[in-house]
C-alpha cells in the first residue's frame, strides 16, 4: 500500500540569534506498509515521528527518495494528480481539540466530507442518506449517534472527540490511518478504548495501520503481528517484527526506551545509564559515527570510527544500525493501566 524509499527532509530556519539552523528531520527513511498491514514508529521528541505522517498525508513536502502509493511514485505527479493518493491516507493527530471546528456539531463535521466523497463515488448524497451514514460511522466508532450527532466538540469528552474525529477519517474510506501519539492528550481512563478501536478497525475493515507513538507498549498492542522501527534522530537504528524488537532488542537506545518503561522487568543494563534528555543534545553536532554514541552507554572507538547503517547479524532476527549489537532480554512489556 505504501512504500518509502530513503525518505529524507531537512529543515533550514534562521535562529533568533541569527546563524542557520539545519534539522535533519528524517535522513533516508525505508518502508513498505502492506495492506492491512500495520507499522510502528518508535522514538522520543523530535526525532521525525510527525514529519513522517506529514509526509505521508502530503501536509509536507520531501526533499529525497521516493514515495510509491499502491504503486504510483508520487514524485513526478503535480499537486494536483497526487491529491487522490494522499486522501487514501488520513491522519489522526495527537490532539482531538483542535482537530474539529467548535463551531460545527458532529453531524455537520461528517456531513461535509460524506457528501464529498457521495458525488465522487455516485453514492446517494441527500440528506438522508448522509445521515445515515454518519449514523453507521459513528457506530462503527462506539459512539451512540442519536446522542452525539447534534453535539458541538466541547459538549463531548476528549475520547468522544478523538471518536469523531476518527469517523471523520472514515468517512472518505481510507486505505490508511496514520495515528500520530493519538491517545496521548486523552484521559488515562479512555486511551485503552480508543487503542483497541484502532485495532478493530484494522482487524474489521482491513485499513492499514502507520502508529506513531514513544510507547513501546501501545506499539505492541496496537500494531501486533506488525512491524517495530526505532528512530532516533532522523535514522531508523533498529527494525523489525514487533515481538522480536520488544522482547531482544539489540541497539542500545532501543534498549533505553524501553527501560524508561516502568512496567518492564529484567532489562539489565549495567550502571545508572539513562537516556540523556533530549534537550541536553546540542542538535547541531554531527557526530562522525554513531548518532547515538555520544548517548550510548556502552559506546567505543568502534562506534565513533564510521555511522554504522541497518542491517543484520547472525543470530538477531531485526535489522539494526549498531556496531555492538547485544540481545538483552526483556521479560515483560505489557500494556499497563498508565496507558
Ligand atoms: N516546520 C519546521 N521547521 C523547522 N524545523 C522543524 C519543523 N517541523 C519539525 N521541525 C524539526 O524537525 C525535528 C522533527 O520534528 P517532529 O515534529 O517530526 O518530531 P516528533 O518525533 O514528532 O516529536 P514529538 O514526539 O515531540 O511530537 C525536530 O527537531 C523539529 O524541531
Ligand atoms: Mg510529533
Redesign the pocket.
Known amino acids: 500500500m505504501i512504500e518509502a524509499r530513503n525518505i529524507t527532509r531537512t529543515?533550514r530556519?534562521r535562529g533568533s540569534f541569527g546563524g542557520d539552523r539545519t534539522?535533519r528531520?528524517l535522513r533516508g527513511v525505508d518502508f513498505t506498509l502492506p495492506k492491512g498491514g500495520a507499522v510502528s514508529f518508535i522514538?522520543?521528541?523530535?526525532?521525525?515521528?510527525?514529519?513522517?505522517g506529514k509526509i505521508l498525508t502530503g501536509l509536507e513536502t520531501f526533499d529525497g527518495g521516493e514515495l510509491v502509493i499502491d504503486g504510483v511514485e508520487l514524485s513526478g505527479l503535480s499537486q494536483r494528480r497526487r491529491a487522490p493518493y494522499f486522501r487514501r491516507i488520513q491522519m489522526i493527530h495527537q490532539d482531538p481539540y483542535s482537530a474539529l471546528n467548535p463551531t460545527r456539531t458532529v453531524a455537520q463535521t461528517l456531513g461535509d466530507p460524506l457528501r464529498m466523497r457521495a458525488g465522487e463515488t455516485g453514492r446517494d448524497g441527500g440528506s438522508a442518506a448522509v445521515r445515515a451514514r454518519a449514523a453507521e460511522l459513528l457506530q462503527l466508532v462506539g459512539l451512540d449517534p442519536g446522542g452525539v450527532l447534534p453535539k458541538y466538540p466541547h459538549q463531548l469528552s476528549g475520547g468522544q472527540r478523538q471518536r469523531v474525529v476518527i469517523a471523520r477519517a472514515l468517512t472518505v474510506d481510507p486505505e490508511v490511518l496514520i495515528a500520530d501519539?493519538a491517545v496521548s492528550m486523552i484521559d488515562v481512563s479512555m486511551r485503552l478504548g480508543i487503542l483497541s478501536l484502532l485495532r478493530d478497525l484494522r482487524a474489521d475493515l482491513g485499513i492499514s495501520l502507520l502508529f506513531i507513538t514513544?510507547d513501546v507498549a501501545t506499539a505492541r498492542y496496537v500494531g501486533e503481528g506488525g512491524e517495530l522501527h526505532v528512530i532516533y534522530r532522523g535514522e531508523v537504528v533498529e527494525r523489525g517484527a514487533t515481538d522480536s524488537v520488544v522482547q531482544a532488542p539489540v541497539h542500545p537506545y532501543t534498549q533505553c526506551l524501553l527501560s524508561a518503561i516502568p512496567v518492564l522487568r529484567g532489562l539489565e543494563l549495567p550502571g545508572p545509564e539513562r537516556l540523556v534528555p533530549l534537550a541536553a543534545l546540542d542538535?547541531r553536532t554531527e557526530p562522525p559515527g554513531c548518532l547515538f554514541a555520544p548517548r550510548c552507554p556502552f559506546a567505543d572507538d568502534a562506534c565513533t570510527a564510521a555511522r554504522p547503517t541497518l542491517g543484520r547479524t547472525s543470530g538477531v532476527e531485526q535489522e539494526h544500525a549498531c556496531v555492538h549489537p547485544t540481545p538483552r532480554r526483556v521479560v515483560a512489556v505489557e500494556l499497563s493501566e498508565r496507558v
Open positions: 529543515y530556519s534539522v528531520a522514538g522520543e521528541s523530535g526525532c521525525g515521528k510527525t514529519t513522517l501519539e514513544h542538535e
